[in-house]
């Protein structure tokens, strides 16, 4: 009897997703601040009633939640730290008591009815796979953002960022929600989801990340707490008692969290050295479209004793230029740069400031950037001599 309860919600949900992109098409304020809190206040409490009669039991595992607590902070700090990179901008949440409390209300009552949900659903059914990804694909579709899907679908430049900074942040998040519900309770996930939504709703300003930095953090976020709860709770399996494959997966464990964080780093532009990819061949035979190049980031002594010759990447109208400087110039105490394409026949039109440079190239891989030389053309559906971040 109980399976067919948990049916019939998943059949409540499906309708429900149906009936969300309606409202949204005809009113999505309506829809945000009435339609989906109450129905997802309602479910919180019917499940509620029933977790009360003692039908399903969850892990109270004091040192999981204690776990958790810790990475959402490190999570946040780490996240906030990416506004000293990129920059700030205003929050676009308004910090009246009233607002915070209605945003609450809004947006993190269904997120815990969500995650309620997801463990009532999983714990009763952790041998039966179908459910636990029906479940799972439901869940992520409730929480897609459909208004700002329907306005970018007909631009698939628009609509690739989109499906990059949310969706698949949202689908690898999904997984680790199921699996930490899987474990015991709906608390783990719980705790980080709401430690990020406020952190969202209350601070003034927020993080300035474009598409790329944020779709990154978010999938690599999801991959490390999978791994980090995954070692954690295979530490406290009983049933593994070889203490060689313990230390092995403890090693393992640690190699991959220490490679992944320095990967994401590293992509993200937080070292002193940053990948950038090719997209024109201004610069045959030294490196080729679709090559990536590794540059060094400057420092404001470093960017007036640039020389001649040096390839340097700079900034021209929100691109980047990756070309070699063939003449020096000083002006009033102020540098310039003229700078070439090896292949290009004649000099760049503009002269390069020093505050548009970025860095100094200093090797290259060949041929790895082709991925994003092939989502540039199909967006832009033309060849460029800009070479692109």
Same mark, same amino acid.
């Given at each position: 009897?109980?399976?067919?309860?948990?049916?019939?919600?998943?059949?409540?949900?499906?309708?429900?997703?149906?009936?969300?992109?309606?409202?949204?098409?005809?009113?999505?304020?309506?829809?945000?601040?009435?339609?989906?809190?109450?129905?997802?206040?309602?479910?919180?409490?019917?499940?509620?009633?029933?977790?009360?009669?003692?039908?399903?039991?969850?892990?109270?595992?004091?040192?999981?939640?204690?776990?958790?607590?810790?990475?959402?902070?490190?999570?946040?700090?780490?996240?906030?730290?990416?506004?000293?990179?990129?920059?700030?901008?205003?929050?676009?949440?308004?910090?009246?008591?009233?607002?915070?409390? &209605?945003? %609450?209300?809004?947006? @993190? !009552? *269904?997120? =815990? /009815?969500?995650?309620?949900?997801?463990?009532?659903? $999983?714990?009763?059914?952790?041998?039966?796979?179908?459910?636990?990804?029906?479940?799972?694909?439901?869940?992520?579709?409730?929480?897609?953002?459909?208004?700002?899907?329907?306005?970018?679908?007909?631009?698939?430049?628009?609509?690739? &960022?989109? %499906?990059?900074?949310? @969706? !698949? *942040?949202? =689908? /690898?998040?999904?997984?680790?929600?199921?699996?930490? $519900?899987?474990?015991?309770?709906?608390?783990?996930?719980?705790?980080?989801?709401?430690?990020?939504?406020?952190?969202?709703?209350?601070?003034?300003?927020?993080?300035?990340?474009?598409?790329?930095?944020?779709?990154?953090?978010?999938?690599?976020?999801?991959?490390?707490?999978?791994?980090?709860?995954?070692?954690?709770?295979?530490?406290?399996?009983?049933?593994?008692?070889?203490?060689?494959?313990?230390?092995?997966?403890?090693?393992?464990?640690?190699?991959?969290?220490?490679?992944?964080?320095?990967?994401?780093?590293?992509?993200?532009?937080?070292?002193?050295?940053?990948?950038?990819?090719?997209?024109?061949?201004?610069?045959?035979?030294?490196?080729?479209?679709?090559?990536?190049?590794?540059?060094?980031?400057?420092?404001?002594?470093?960017?007036?004793?640039?020389?001649?010759?040096?390839?340097?990447?700079?900034?021209?109208?929100?691109?980047?230029?990756?070309?070699?400087?063939?003449?020096?110039?000083?002006?009033?105490?102020?540098?310039?740069?003229?700078?070439?394409?090896?292949?290009?026949?004649?000099?760049?039109?503009?002269?390069?400031?020093?505050?548009?440079?970025?860095?100094?190239?200093?090797?290259?891989?060949?041929?790895?950037?082709?991925?994003?030389?092939?989502?540039?053309?199909?967006?832009?559906?033309?060849?460029?001599?800009?070479?692109?971040?």
């Amino acid at each position: 009897m109980r399976y067919i309860k948990n049916k019939g919600l998943l059949l409540i949900i499906t309708i429900y997703i149906f009936i969300t992109i309606s409202f949204i098409i005809i009113d999505t304020i309506f829809y945000t601040n009435i339609v989906n809190p109450l129905f997802w206040i309602s479910i919180l409490v019917y499940l509620i009633s029933d977790i009360k009669k003692g039908y399903i039991r969850f892990c109270t595992n004091k040192k999981y939640f204690i776990y958790m607590t810790v990475i959402s902070c490190i999570y946040i700090v780490f996240y906030f730290y990416m506004g000293f990179i990129f920059g700030f901008l205003k929050s676009p949440y308004n910090h009246g008591i009233i607002s915070i409390i &209605k945003n %609450i209300i809004i947006q @993190i !009552l *269904p997120i =815990i /009815s969500i995650e309620v949900t997801r463990s009532v659903i $999983a714990i009763r059914n952790k041998d039966n796979k179908i459910i636990l990804i029906i479940l799972t694909i439901l869940l992520i579709l409730v929480e897609i953002n459909y208004n700002t899907l329907i306005s970018v679908f007909s631009n698939k430049e628009e609509l690739f &960022k989109f %499906i990059c900074s949310s @969706i !698949l *942040p949202q =689908i /690898s998040f999904g997984a680790l929600y199921t699996y930490l $519900a899987l474990k015991g309770s709906y608390s783990f996930a719980l705790v980080f989801r709401i430690f990020k939504e406020l952190f969202i709703l209350l601070l003034p300003i927020l993080p300035d990340l474009d598409w790329y930095v944020i779709g990154s953090k978010d999938i690599i976020s999801a991959v490390l707490i999978y791994f980090l709860f995954r070692y954690k709770f295979t530490k406290e399996n009983k049933d593994i008692r070889e203490k060689g494959k313990n230390q092995f997966a403890k090693v393992s464990y640690i190699l991959t969290l220490v490679l992944s964080i320095t990967l994401v780093c590293f992509m993200l532009g937080l070292f002193k050295y940053e990948p950038i990819t090719i997209l024109s061949s201004s610069m045959v035979p030294t490196f080729n479209r679709g090559d990536i190049i590794i540059y060094k980031k400057l420092s404001e002594n470093e960017l007036n004793k640039i020389s001649e010759n040096s390839i340097i990447i700079y900034n021209l109208e929100n691109k980047h230029i990756v070309h070699r400087i063939i003449d020096k110039i000083e002006n009033n105490g102020e540098v310039f740069y003229r700078t070439k394409g090896d292949s290009n026949n004649v000099a760049d039109t503009n002269l390069v400031e020093t505050n548009q440079i970025q860095g100094i190239y200093m090797f290259h891989i060949k041929y790895i950037g082709f991925p994003s030389v092939w989502l540039y053309d199909y967006f832009h559906n033309k060849h460029t001599r800009l070479e692109i971040k």
